[in-house]
């Protein structure tokens, strides 16, 4: 009898349950999961659907209406476009500051700091592409502060976001620059901080300032709200402190 019980409730939960899809940029893909199972113990009947791609690519399928609900992009500037051009129904939202962190599956000498990538040993960096990828453009901005960017940049290899960034220097690349989010998943933490990787100085880039809006056009408003609001909670925070965002 209570099976059966059991049985019609999931039944019941299934027949109600609706879907959003959300727009995620590469650097979240590691945190966004957990994001996701946080959220279902409140709102266990809502289904999140996950695009990935790089912020700017993602911007341009939302405005050549691309059916998305919600937009978590890894800086200001594409949500705040969206918003100016009526795309966005809300303004956007600081959901998380990023971070940027070189890498490496070898060990390495950090300690002689960004100036050692100009060695003839390291022959490939992966880096984001910075037209599309915000981590690409601080990893460009922070190479020029460093005042190394013309002696190391005919050795990029260029990454559609920064998720494949991390791709390529699992597989391909002497060394490359990711974002610091993706050091905390499970299949990265075997690498160590100061022998596979370190922070790079804040100084160096502007703040990634992340942003989050709901698509004006999105079929599921009251869904996309509730996990909108929910990424802004004490319980999304901490699972975003997890993964390595300030």
Same mark, same amino acid.
């Given at each position: 009898?209570?099976? #059966?019980?059991?049985?019609f @409730?999931?039944?019941?939960? =299934? !027949?109600?349950?609706? &879907? %959003?899809?959300?727009?995620?940029a *590469? /650097?979240?893909?590691?945190a ?9 113990t ?5 289904k999140?659907d ?6 700017g ?11 998305f609900?919600i ?26 500051l ?5 890498f490496?599956? #070898?060990?390495r000498d950090? @300690?002689?700091?960004?100036s =050692? !990538?100009?060695?003839? &040993? %390291?022959s490939?960096?992966?880096? *984001? /592409? ?16 460093a005042?190394?960017?013309?002696e ?9 976001s ?27 933490k075997r690498f160590?901080r100061y022998i596979?990787?370190?922070e ?11 942003g ?16 909108y609001?929910?990424?802004?909670t ?13």
């Amino acid at each position: 009898m209570l099976k #059966k019980i059991f049985c019609f @409730l999931l039944f019941a939960v =299934f !027949l109600n349950a609706s &879907s %959003i899809k959300v727009a995620v940029a *590469a /650097n979240v893909s590691f945190a966004i999961h957990d994001l996701i199972a946080a959220f279902h113990t409140k709102y266990p009947e809502v289904k999140v659907d996950v695009i990935l791609g790089s912020s700017g690519k993602l911007n341009a399928q939302i405005k050549n209406g691309a059916p998305f609900d919600i937009f978590m992009s890894a800086n200001m500037k594409y949500p705040q476009d969206l918003y100016k051009n009526g795309f966005a129904l809300n303004p956007p939202r600081l959901y998380a500051l990023g971070g940027l962190a070189i890498f490496s599956t #070898k060990k390495r000498d950090f @300690l002689r700091g960004l100036s =050692f !990538l100009k060695q003839k &040993s %390291i022959s490939s960096i992966a880096i *984001a /592409n910075p037209k599309t990828a915000p981590y690409g453009k601080a990893t460009q901005e922070a190479l020029k502060n460093a005042k190394i960017y013309d002696e190391v940049k005919s050795k990029f290899v260029y990454a559609q976001s920064i998720s494949q960034a991390v791709q390529y220097i699992v597989s391909a690349t002497d060394i490359g620059f990711i974002a610091k989010s993706s050091l905390f998943s499970s299949k990265m933490k075997r690498f160590k901080r100061y022998i596979n990787w370190i922070e790079i100085d804040k100084k160096l880039y502007t703040p990634i300032k992340q942003g989050a809006m709901i698509i004006k056009n999105s079929k599921n408003i009251k869904e996309a709200k509730e996990f909108y609001d929910f990424i802004f909670t004490k319980n999304a925070k901490k699972v975003f402190k997890r993964y390595g965002y300030l």
